[in-house]
């Protein structure tokens, strides 16, 4: 009986501790979106991802404590899986990949006035996969952030904020 009640209380504690190292970097994304001017969609988006991660972590962790699978199964299993996830989304990771370092390099915000290939206007949305340009014409262009990302984009507007009042 005290064995049943200690893996229970493992059980617990590795839940409790994966959800909350997994809100913590919620949050800490969630704000860096915040701070890049990331829509809601975005933020939603990164919300529902590192809840995903956060599950599997837990649930391997689980496993691991409760003896259902060593460490060696449990990693690989995990590692498989996250091999095939990462090929079968390939495209839609670089996107979201490069949505991050938009973001996170600040060379890409709401309202910006940009330029690429032979497309010009204001940037009015930019989600993790693609970025939303309403053009000169009043069209709208949607770039994925990969193919934006290995440019050359010319940013009109950002030179203030990324390197101050000249």
Do not use: C
């Not at 590192?50 to 995990?78: D, H, P, Y």
């Not at 390939?90 to 991050?100: D, F, K, R």
């Not at 053009?135 to 290995?150: D, F, K, R, V, Y």
């Amino acid at each position: 009986m005290s064995d049943i009640i200690t893996i229970l209380i493992q059980i617990v504690s590795v839940v409790v501790a994966s959800a909350i190292v997994g809100e913590l970097f919620r949050r800490g994304l969630t704000a860096l979106a915040k701070r890049a001017g990331a829509s809601r969609d975005v933020i939603r988006d990164i919300r529902g991802g590192v809840r995903i991660a956060w599950i599997v972590i837990a649930v391997a962790a689980v496993l691991i404590v409760t003896g259902i699978a060593s460490e060696f199964q449990a990693l690989t299993v995990t590692g498989l899986a996250g091999l095939a996830i990462s090929l079968a989304l390939q495209t839609t990771l670089s996107n979201i990949l490069a949505g991050v370092l938009l973001f996170s390099d600040k060379t890409l915000r709401l309202h910006d006035d940009i330029s690429y290939s032979e497309i010009r206007g204001t940037v009015i949305r930019v989600g993790l996969r693609s970025t939303w340009i309403r053009t000169q014409e009043g069209n709208i262009a949607i770039i994925g952030n990969s193919t934006l990302m290995n440019g050359p984009f010319v940013n009109y507007t950002a030179g203030e904020r990324l390197f101050g009042k000249p």
